[in-house]
T-cell receptor, first 111, second 116 residues
Framework: GNSVTQMEGPVTLSEEAFLTINCTYT??????LFWYVQYPGEGLQLLLK?????DKGSNKGFEATYRKETTSFHLEKGSVQVSDSAVYFC??????????FGTGTRLKVLA | GAVVSQHPSWVICKSGTSVKIECRSL??????MFWYRQFPKQSLMLMAT?????????EQGVEKDKFLINHASLTLSTLTVTSAHPEDSSFYIC????????????FGPGTRLTVL
């Protein structure tokens, strides 16, 4: 069946550190891939997406590349800020358009 | 991106009462809406999918008579938790698809339900 695996958190980094949050998935067909961010007490906000192999989604300094050969969509940011502290969800979306959410990775950025 | 609102943002009710949660798309027409619940520090669990004008499709294990979904229009969907009990306490989030591609959902800010 379809599934997604994210690295467990919390991930704790100092401000300006490099961030990687791993995400691998199994899905039928050719899913679109998404990263969403959830700030405390809020809903999910779309961070970035990629719809085909080798596509790179980017937004607010975050990037992720659709790697079909490794079925991965790792999230990266070169220099994190305290305001990036949140929970990040990876979500492959197969043709049924039903989202498959990972467990989420909590990021804490310390000043 | 698209703007989705939920109302109320939080609600506290007594056991046995019913609670209605509204989800509105403010700047687009949502052809499909999704309802999720999220337990503390956990992922989102899809409860049901609804298309405007038709009955909702519930995920396995979700009681359709307990969680009533009405997709009244292209801008409004409601979730009613009937005869709520403490175990129904959770964070409920709606997601909508309309613009940005059929694969892109936009989520409401969530409603925190606490049943005493």
């Amino acid at each position: 069946g379809n599934s997604v695996t994210q690295m467990e958190g919390p991930v704790t980094l100092s401000e300006e550190a490099f961030l990687t949050i791993n995400c691998t998935y199994t899905a039928t067909g050719y899913p679109s891939l998404f990263w969403y961010v959830q700030y405390p007490g809020e809903g999910l906000q779309l961070l970035l997406k990629a719809t085909k192999a080798d596509d790179k989604g980017s937004n607010k300094g975050f990037e992720a590349t659709y790697r079909k050969e490794t079925t991965s969509f790792h999230l990266e940011k070169g220099s994190v800020q305290v305001s990036d502290s949140a929970v990040y969800f990876c979500a492959p979306v197969p043709g049924t358009y039903k989202y498959i959410f990972g467990t989420g990775t909590r990021l804490k950025v310390l000043a | 991106g698209a703007v989705v609102s939920q109302h109320p943002s939080w609600v506290i009710c007594k056991s046995g009462t019913s609670v209605k949660i509204e989800c509105r798309s403010l700047d687009f027409q949502a052809t499909t809406m999704f309802w999720y619940r999220q337990f503390p520090k956990q992922s989102l669990m899809l409860m049901a999918t609804s298309n405007e004008g038709s009955k909702a499709t519930y995920e396995q294990g979700v009681e359709k008579d307990k969680f009533l979904i009405n997709h009244a229009s292209l801008t409004l969907s409601t979730l009613t938790v009937t005869s709520a009990h403490p175990e129904d306490s959770s964070f409920y989030i709606c997601g909508q698809v309309g613009i940005g591609g059929a694969d892109t959902q936009y989520f409401g800010p969530g409603t925190r339900l606490t049943v005493l």
